[in-house]
């Protein structure tokens, strides 16, 4: 039973490249959260979406950030246009279920370095 | 917007001391969470509690919510290298499906 799949696990970006992450949530899960993690932080959440659909992104920039979970394949969250001050750790999390208590399970990780 | 606070920052003692780190809430909590995370690794998740005055036993650590669901504590007896990591506390928020994280702290359990 594979946990929530996240790749690459290091990304090494110049600025102005972009940077494509990818999560495959947990086998029978709908729900994917993505946060992002900068050193010696907790958790920022960034965006949460069900299959086809944003379903809240209070927390993402609203430039160069973009996320989508289509109904086939994994979860993406795009970044363009990359800046030094993008390069923090990105976790994504899935769950089965949504409603107050609903428990995250968090993939490994994706580390951007923006040089 | 909700804070979560936790103390200490850092800890740091030697194998088979006991311990407790600290979660507050700038609110009530809808649900509290906490996790522990290992250096280049995602969180994992240890518990979650949601009635007040709830205490949770996961081995030698003891999770404790307070009464009016405002803090919550994590009591680790006989520490062991292996409880090394940064232990984060989470709530989702306002009963939403984010969860809002504390800074952490991050333990050290020196052999």
């Known amino acids: 039973n594979a946990g929530v799949m996240q790749n690459p696990r290091h990304l090494v970006r110049r600025r102005g490249q972009e940077a494509r992450l990818r999560c495959s949530p947990m086998k029978g899960h709908s729900h994917v959260y993505w946060y992002r993690q900068l050193p010696e932080e907790g958790l920022k959440f960034m965006v949460y979406?069900?299959?086809?659909?944003?379903?809240?992104e209070s927390g993402m920039p609203k430039e160069r950030f973009s996320a989508e979970f289509p109904k086939e394949g994994p979860s993406i969250l795009r970044i363009q246009q990359v800046v030094r001050g993008d390069s923090a750790a990105y976790f994504c999390?899935?769950?089965?279920?949504?409603?107050?208590?609903?428990?995250?399970?968090f993939g490994p990780g994706t580390r951007l370095t923006v040089l | 917007t909700q804070l979560l606070e936790q103390s200490p920052q850092f800890l740091s003692i030697q194998e088979g001391e006991n311990l407790t780190v600290y979660c507050n809430s700038s609110s009530v909590f809808s649900s509290l969470q906490w996790y522990r995370q290992e250096p280049g690794e995602g969180p994992v998740l240890l518990v979650t509690?949601?009635?007040?005055?709830e205490v949770k036993k996961l081995k030698r650590l003891t999770f404790q919510f307070g009464d009016a669901r405002k803090d919550s504590s994590l009591h680790i007896t006989a520490a062991q290298p292996g409880d090394t990591g940064l232990y984060l506390c989470a709530d989702s928020f306002q009963g939403a499906q984010k969860l809002v994280f504390g800074q952490g702290t991050r333990l050290t359990i020196n052999p």
């Open positions: 979406l069900q299959k086809e659909n944003i379903i809240d």
């Open positions: 999390a899935s769950s089965p279920l949504a409603g107050v208590g609903n428990e995250q399970f």
């Open positions: 509690v949601v009635t007040g005055g």
